[in-house]
């Protein structure tokens, strides 16, 4: 399983782009990368995935270079409510199935 | 349309005493999966099912913990007994399945252990 490493914490004010890089050095060739956002009392939710290059949803963008073993989510324009924790997962798709591994995560303090 | 479904919401029990959390998927999604959340810590998995089949449940500490999931829909996972350390949030997801398919995650069942 590949692991993956995030700042622990970060803070930021309204208004401002937040970027959130995770590192994962022994991504694998058929692994996705996935991001998840959790609120305090309330289980994660998913924001974006991708595989190579540029996503962009309606919620955030997600930067993935060619070598894969980075990525950077992006938040554009935060607000008091983005404060929550976030989960960089890589999916190791084997014959079994996924199996994504969540680590601490990075938790974004986002103030006024 | 209805979300993954989780209960009880709290949990106080003594230790040593059994406990059960219950789980209803969202409907169609065929795999399920069970996480176990300390305090500032992210989900840590314990087991996934495939319809009714325990695929991965190599994180589940057998001699304590068990889990179930009859007719491939609903699941229960079970505590017993429960220890002091087993106090933790547990989350349960589901996915229509696939190594891309995004896990929804019910809010949790948060356990104190006294």
């Known amino acids: 399983l590949a692991k993956t490493t995030q700042p622990i914490s970060m803070d930021s004010y309204e208004g401002q782009e937040v970027n959130i890089t995770c590192s994962h050095n022994?991504?694998?060739?058929?692994?996705?990368i996935t991001w998840y956002q959790q609120f305090p009392s309330q289980g994660p939710r998913f924001i974006i995935q991708?595989?190579?290059t540029k996503v962009t949803n309606e919620v955030a963008s997600l930067f993935i270079p060619a070598d894969r073993k980075s990525s950077t989510l992006s938040l554009p324009r935060v607000s008091l409510s983005d404060t929550a924790v976030y989960y960089c997962?890589?999916?190791?798709?084997?014959?079994?199935?996924?199996?994504?591994?969540f680590g601490p995560g990075t938790r974004l303090s986002v103030l006024p | 349309e209805a979300g993954v479904v989780q209960s009880p919401r709290y949990k106080i029990i003594e230790k040593k005493q059994p406990v059960a959390f219950w789980c209803n998927p969202i409907?169609?999604?065929?795999?399920l999966y069970w996480y176990l959340q300390n305090l500032g810590q992210g989900p840590e998995l314990l087991i996934r099912?495939?319809?009714?089949?325990?695929?991965?449940d190599s994180q589940l500490p057998k001699d304590r913990f068990s889990a179930e999931r009859l007719k491939g829909v609903d699941s229960t996972l079970k505590i017993q007994p429960a220890e002091l350390g087993d106090s933790a949030v547990y989350l349960c997801?589901?996915?229509?399945?696939?190594?891309?398919?995004?896990?929804?995650f019910g809010p949790g069942t948060r356990l104190l252990v006294l």
């Open positions: 997801a589901s996915s229509a399945g696939g190594a891309r398919e995004t896990q929804y």
């Open positions: 022994n991504i694998a060739t058929n692994d996705y």
């Open positions: 991708g595989y190579k």
């Open positions: 997962l890589v999916g190791d798709s084997d014959n079994y199935g996924q199996n994504f591994v």
């Open positions: 409907s169609g999604h065929n795999t």
């Open positions: 099912y495939e319809n009714e089949e325990a695929v991965d």
